[in-house]
Structure formats: C-alpha cells, structure tokens
C-alpha cells in the first residue's frame, strides 16, 4: 500500500518541555488509525504537527502528498459554537485552500460543498444557523466541512466527544464508511469503540508506547492494560 505519511524518531515539545519522544509511525493510503494515550500524552500535539501547525522539536515528518488537502475535524472545544453562519457557509469554507488568492468559491467549490452535504446528510439543514444545531448535527456539519479539504485523508480529533451513546455510533458509522469508500482515517480517541471495532493500526502514546496492527496492539502488555482501564469487557 501507498505510504502517505511517515514519522521518523519524532520528539515533540514546547519550548523546554519535552511532551513525547522516539515516536516512529506510519500511514498507508485506506488506512484507520487510531492515536490512543492518557491526557497531556501528545496527541493533540502530533495533531498540530501533522497539520504543519507545531514543528516537533526533532525527527523527521514526511508526506508522500499535499498536507494542505488533509480534512480536519477539530476537537469540538476548539471551535467556536456560535458562529453567525449558516450550514452552508460552514460546509463551504472547507474549501478556502482552494480558493489560492481568489475572492470568491468557485462553481465546483460550491458544488463540492452540496455533494459533502449530500454524503453527510444534512442538505436540509442549508439555510439553518449553525449555532442552532444540536451536538450531532453540527459534528456532522464540520465533517462535512473537513471533507471539502480532505482529497485523500482525514484528520479527527475526539469526534465524539460530548456527544450521546446513539449519535456517536451513528458517527463512527459514517467514518466507516467514508473509510470503506477509500478515505484515509486519523483519529485521536479516548473512546475505545473505534480502536477495537474500526480501526487498522493504532498508535499509543505516554509511559508506554506502542505503534502496529491493532491485533498485535490488543495482543501487547500496552493494549491488555488500555483495555483494562477504559473498563471494556467482551
Ligand atoms: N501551546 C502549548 N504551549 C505549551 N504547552 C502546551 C501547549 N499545548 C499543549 N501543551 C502541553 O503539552 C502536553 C501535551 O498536550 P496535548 O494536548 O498534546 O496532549 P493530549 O494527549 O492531546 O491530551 P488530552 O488527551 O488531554 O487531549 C500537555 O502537558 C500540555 O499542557
């Protein structure tokens, strides 16, 4: 499979504080990985990286294609839930990277934000104020609004964070879906449903970590232990 993105020896920090070190990784195109690890592990942090947003401090980070056509999902208290906009306008500045110095979308541009909010099925929710979604709806909205940048991956930080037991299976239902369709999956979670039902391979991050299939990760002293504290039984 197609190598998209490779993580080599990378440490990452702030100023003096080292957050994660040693971390060697990879993403193959169709890809689901899920970045598990305790609170202040570093995956928001690798998140940031990925995105070019935080330079780790050292390693190496490579891309086999544009990192500016990586769709992000943000974590949901990173963005502004009152936004005067409508879904449409929401779902239509996915595509600002394409805009490159033009003022305006263009006619694909607005034809790719509807075909997003066909897929996501909220077209009905067009004309609709943003900030009077529900949590479900508007994580659908961003997911639309990621996919007008995601060409060949997507980047998802706790998309369900907050959001009730019914809504998030729906969710992870979708992403399975967008990944059976050939989208490339990232993930960060504290959820462990997406890391045993969906995912491919799974990077752990903090005292421990692991980096592999996810067989071999449930099958590791580092995944045994994951499992036992997030409380899952079979
Ligand atoms: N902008 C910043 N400046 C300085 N330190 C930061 C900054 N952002 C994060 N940190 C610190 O880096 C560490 C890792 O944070 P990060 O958000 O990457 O962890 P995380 O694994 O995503 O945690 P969580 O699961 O709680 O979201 C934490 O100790 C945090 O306080």
Known sequence: MNTLITGKNITLGYEDQIVARNIDFSVSEGDYLCILGDNGAGKSTLVKAILNLHEPLSGELKFSFDRSKIGYLPQRSQ?????????YEVVLSGCVNSL???????????????ENMDKMDIKRLEKQPFALLS??????????????AAKKVLLLDEPVAGLDSHTSSELYKTIDDLNNDGMTIIMVTHDVHPAINSASTILHLGKAFFFGAKDDYFSSSVGKRYLEESGHHD
């Open 79 to 87: 963005i502004q839930r009152d936004f005067p906009s409508s879904v």
């Open 100 to 114: 490159k110095g033009r003022f305006f979308y263009s006619k694909e541009d607005k034809k790719r934000a509807y």
């Open 135 to 148: 949590g479900g709806q508007q994580q659908r909205v961003l997911l639309a609004r990621a996919l007008c």
